[in-house]
């Protein structure tokens, strides 16, 4: 329950000393795939160069207001980034790394499906400066990637990984599997043959059905079931299982990275530091005056793109969040994390003592049942068997 006398007067928060993350979010896809809620749009043809000039104006217009501070990484997501212009991106990158003190080793990610034509750019994306490229494979056999929707087969896929191992640093790739039908050990094979293609990274999301996809509507109407509970805890665990044999580690509920090749900007969101997001529908967090801003931007690409030629930035919203806000959003992401959360933290980010952010006795009862444990470094995460249930666990636990 929120307490009232919190919302009025919330307690100031502590800047955060780690450096800034930039997103920046190209909204536009060359078809929607069926599962996929993310803010992307299909259009018969996109103004690129005028999209990317109003990207550089909300920039320095979010920029100007954010100082001068460090930046620790950008990111491209979408959407489809990788059908961005070289150029503009290339633009972007060098406006940031003049409008903040870019760190020594500035991450720079870019999402990219692996259609030919966009493996062909992987390499102007790399001169732009891009050095760490995440390519959405999915899935590895072709009736897989025919219910999916994607537009890609199994060979480009796997012709645009080894073309983007050879030509960025870092790489990571996107799975989606407890697809239907698929069984543990046909996933366990299909993982294999995905982890000995040698990325340091890997992102394996569980299929969820979305309100509002054309998925939303088959699963509905039951044209196709989903492996659920059990069925579903056991292809979460044999993931954990033979990630690990090839030495990549979960470090979030669905990431997988080798020790120091962890997202650095998805840390950023989940240790709930600051971060500006940019373009259509993007979201941003920043500590300013004891305060943490949450602002959105119009989600429609148009109406986005007008805002700003006309004021300079798409923000529809911005507020402060209260100290109860700061409190649970921390923890929503913290426990995320297989490091969980610092209790200090939490109450540096929040204003609030951490018994006021979770409910103690909660605490001990989740702790009993298997679903949290304290680490032996005084921090609490939540176990597998609690990051597999969060959805359910949180709304128990926070006060
Ligand atoms: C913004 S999308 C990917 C970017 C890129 N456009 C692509 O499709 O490869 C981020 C990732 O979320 C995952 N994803 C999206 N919707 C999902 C869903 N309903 N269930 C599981 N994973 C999903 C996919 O793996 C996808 O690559
Ligand atoms: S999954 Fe990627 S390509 Fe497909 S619609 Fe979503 S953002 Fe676009």
């Known amino acids: ?58 920039l320095e217009h979010e920029a100007e207001r954010a100082g001068r501070r460090r930046l620790g990484s950008i990111f491209f997501g979408g959407g489809t980034p990788s059908l ?164 990549l580690m979960p470090y979030e509920v669905s990431n997988y990275a080798k020790r120091g090749a962890e997202s650095r900007h998805n840390l950023a969101y989940w240790r709930y530091g600051d971060y500006l997001g940019i373009g259509a529908g993007a979201h941003q967090r920043l500590s300013r005056g004891g305060e943490i801003l949450a602002a959105r931007r119009h989600r429609g690409p148009e109406a986005w793109l007008e805002r700003v030629e006309r004021d300079g930035h798409g923000r529809v919203e911005e507020e402060a969040l209260s100290a109860v806000d700061r409190g649970r959003e921390a923890m929503l992401m913290g426990l995320r994390l297989s490091e969980g959360v610092d209790p200090a933290r939490i109450a540096a980010r929040s204003g609030l003592p951490f018994e006021r952010v979770v409910d103690p006795s909660m605490l001990e009862a989740l702790r009993e049942e298997g679903y949290l444990a304290w680490l032996p470094d005084g921090r609490l995460a939540a176990t597998m068997e609690g990051r597999l249930r969060l959805d359910a666990l949180l709304p128990v636990l926070l006060r």
Not at 117 to 145: K, P, T, Y
Not at 153 to 176: K, M, N, Q, Y
Not at 178 to 201: F, I, K, M, T, V
């Open 84 to 247: 961005m212009p070289p150029e503009a991106v290339s633009a972007l990158i060098g406006r940031a790394r003049a409008l903040f003190e870019a760190e020594p080793d500035l991450e720079v990610t870019l999402e990219a499906n692996p259609t030919s034509v966009e493996a062909g750019r992987l390499r102007e994306f790399r001169a732009a400066g891009v050095n760490r490229l995440s390519l959405g494979v999915q899935a590895l056999d072709a009736a897989s990637l025919g219910f999916l929707g994607r537009n890609h087969s199994a060979g480009e896929a796997v012709a645009a990984l080894e073309h983007a191992r050879a030509t960025f640093p870092r790489l990571s790739f996107d799975l989606i599997y407890a697809r239907p039908g698929q069984g543990e050990a046909a996933w366990r094979a299909e993982l294999c043959r995905a982890l000995a293609l040698a990325a340091d990274h890997l992102s394996l999301y569980q299929l969820t059905v979305e309100p509002g996809t054309r998925f939303a509507t088959e699963h509905a109407r039951g044209a196709f079931h989903l492996p659920e509970g059990d069925e579903a805890a056991a292809l979460y665990a044999a993931t954990a299982e033979e990630a690990g044999r090839f030495g």
């Open 1 to 58: 329950m929120q307490d009232a006398s919190l919302i009025a007067s919330a307690p100031p928060v502590h800047p955060v000393e780690e450096p800034l993350a930039l997103y920046i979010h190209w909204p536009f896809c060359a078809a929607k795939c069926p599962y996929c809620d993310f803010n992307s749009h299909v259009r018969p043809a996109v103004d690129a160069a005028r999209h990317g000039r109003a990207l550089l104006a909300e």
